[in-house]
């Protein structure tokens, strides 16, 4: 099998489920997975945190499913299972011995067909007090920890869909009526506005006719409104100081970028690489080896269906100004501008982002959610190849290119210092 040319069925029920079927014998496992088509950026300014509110709502049972046995279920039938939330999307996976399939599709057509009807004002309460702890221990009392939410407040312009954490606000968690959530299910948790994935070890027909079996009585959704918006370009540097409980002082340069599968969304995925990827990469090896000003330094590129960000953060070593940091980092940002990348550097990371992008497929787990990946944002499952040769074509000129288009212009300047300091620091 090439593993990047999957070969798929895609094919929809009369109630607009899309389901993709990819049929891989070479071992007894199955991966279920499904996408709603509904994420963070669903939400509007006082309401936010909604979606993933659904991730820890999902599994509180269904109509047919007690509180809690989807988990014991799975388990039991020697399986794993989890869900995720992003600003797009909202997933839900199984990987179970391929015997155990009915099971898994059983489960997920239960929550959303029938899970209103098992809904209590107790679990809903439950749950918000879980997300609520859930923000408290990750983001407020976490180090560091309310830095993305301090960045894509101020990257993004008030009201765009990416402009809060996904998590949501803490007063908006605390304000979810039953009203709420039973608007949004019924809004977004439809089969129209969900794709299924199944891959692995199965029987083609007898699946079809289980997915039928399960999904095909669920009343199909309204349309769903699409969401259209742009990210503008920062009008000025803005410069942001949170005093925090850390040690050290750390710096985050953030400038708005492109978007997912877009033109320079791949070229800023290798600079980054090539900034702090490795031990020998630019920043790196200057800053944290030779220079000795920064415990660390990282870059990524952050891209959604809506907008992007490139990111680069460095935490100070003891008595180094931040900065110093950022002259650093803006004078190699400059570099790369003005010289250009080394034919060595460009193909020492694309080696390594292919071998890292071969090994995860070996995952069945991960093969099934590249697939709803790929066909969320192109509408093409089988988009491995199309995939990873974005990043075999960059050149060191689209590099320099992506770099004179975004990181040259105004962006935001994070400063997260330990709260015993002075303004003055």
């Known amino acids: 099998m090439n593993i990047l040319d999957l070969k798929y069925e895609k094919y929809k029920l009369g109630n607009g489920l899309e389901v993709i079927l990819h049929q891989n014998n070479s071992v007894p496992l199955v991966a279920v997975n499904i996408w709603y088509k509904v994420g963070s950026s669903a939400e509007v300014k006082g309401k936010t945190g909604i979606a993933h509110l659904f991730e820890h709502m999902m599994f509180q049972g269904s109509e047919h499913v007690p509180k809690e046995m989807h988990f014991r279920y799975i388990q039991e039938a020697g399986g794993t299972l989890n869900g995720s939330t992003s600003t797009d999307r909202t997933n839900y996976y199984e990987k179970l011995p391929a015997d155990s399939l009915e099971l898994a599709l059983w489960l997920e057509s239960d929550r959303m067909g029938f899970f209103l009807p098992a809904l209590t004002q107790e679990k809903l309460d439950n749950q918000k007090d879980v997300v609520k702890n859930e923000r408290l221990e990750r983001y407020e009392n976490q180090p560091y920890g309310l830095a993305w939410e301090l960045l894509v407040t101020n990257i993004y312009p008030e009201g765009h869909p990416y402009s809060w954490p996904t998590i949501g606000f803490l007063n908006d968690i605390a304000g979810y009526t039953m009203d709420d959530v039973k608007s949004f299910f019924k809004t977004y948790y439809a089969p129209n506005n969900a794709t299924l994935v199944v891959a692995g070890d199965f029987e083609t027909e007898k699946t079809k006719l289980l997915i039928e079996k399960y999904f095909g009585e669920i009343s199909e959704g309204k349309p769903i409104p699409a969401i259209k918006t742009e990210t503008p370009d920062l009008p000025e540097v803005k410069t942001i100081v949170h005093k925090d409980n850390v040690q050290l002082d750390r710096i985050y340069l953030a400038w708005p970028s492109d978007k997912v599968f877009s033109k320079d969304d791949a070229p800023l ?149 330990p709260a015993r300091e002075t303004d003055e620091n």
């Open 269 to 417: 995925d290798v600079l980054s690489d090539i900034l702090t990827g490795s031990k020998n990469s630019r920043l790196y090896k200057s800053m944290v080896f030779e220079k000795e000003i920064a415990q660390d330094v990282s870059a990524f590129q952050y891209s959604g269906k809506l907008g992007g960000h490139f990111t680069i953060v460095a935490t100070a070593k003891p008595g180094v100004s931040l900065d110093d940091l950022k002259s650093e980092i803006l004078n190699e940002i400059e570099n790369v501008s003005s010289s250009g990348i080394s034919d060595k550097e460009l193909t020492r990371s694309k080696n390594g982002i292919k071998s890292s992008f071969v090994f995860s497929l070996q995952n069945l787990e991960h093969l099934a959610d590249h697939m709803n990946l790929y066909n969320f944002y192109l509408n093409e499952p089988n988009s491995f190849s199309f995939d990873l040769n974005r990043y075999n074509k960059v050149s060191g000129e689209d590099i320099v290119n992506s770099v004179n288009r975004y990181l040259k212009k105004p962006y935001v300047d994070l400063r997260i210092i």
